[in-house]
């Protein structure tokens, strides 16, 4: 089995510090490795679909972050306290940014003279406190743009990531095109963001 023989992290009720919420397998260095292979690679030809059958995969994305409202909401307040007033107005700003970002890459396919392409393989490292929309913002764009994706989430986010990268998979973005690579120290993050293979990463924060 793939996962075995991986570090479990036990995600926490912050306001009742005793409830698991959710467990997460986390990765070694072999699975960065793999990882970044694997989008390399492009296995599902994400990079070489046209611009509008991307946009239409990210159009679906929409439905699924409005259909999982109440899923997202409950994940980042279980997973990272947030109250239902700033969870809320996140889930929002989630959809909005897959709307405004898979726009604006089909924009600028249509400016004569210029010619657009993605950069490859792009790394999205979110923070903590903004669980649902900093997350999604950057891998809309990234996807939109055509590129293949690894998010690295917050530890502090593993739940919430998850369920927004459920989102992505279930609208029909391939798993191979969008990874879910959690990271259990600084060094092994860095050295997914570092990587010679990674073309570009979306940082936010420290």
């Known amino acids: 089995n ?22 997460c397998r986390l990765a070694k260095e072999r699975d960065v490795e793999e990882a970044v292979r694997c989008a390399r690679e492009d296995r599902k030809g994400w990079r ?43 889930v929002s700003e989630a959809v909005d940014f897959v709307e405004f970002y898979r726009r604006e890459a089909a924009r600028f396919h249509q400016i004569p003279g210029i010619t657009a392409r993605g950069k490859g393989v792009v790394v999205v490292v979110p923070p903590w406190n903004f669980p649902v929309a900093i997350p999604c913002g950057g891998v809309a764009a990234a996807l939109a743009a055509g590129n293949t994706v690894i998010l690295k989430p917050s530890p502090l986010g593993l739940v919430t990531a998850h369920a927004l990268c459920d989102c992505f998979w279930n609208a029909g973005v391939p798993r191979e095109t969008l990874q879910f690579l959690p990271c259990p120290t600084v060094e092994l993050a860095s050295r997914l963001v570092s990587h010679d293979n990674v073309d570009a990463g979306i940082l936010t924060g420290g």
């Open 48 to 90: 070489a679909m046209k611009p509008g059958q991307r946009s239409e995969v990210l159009y679906r994305v929409t439905g699924e972050i409005r259909r999982r409202r109440a899923d997202l909401l409950g994940a980042a307040m279980a997973d990272g306290a947030k109250l239902f007033t700033e969870s809320d107005p996140e």
């Open 2 to 23: 793939v996962f075995e023989k991986r570090e479990v992290q036990e995600c926490l009720d912050p306001s009742r510090p005793a409830v698991v919420i959710g467990r």
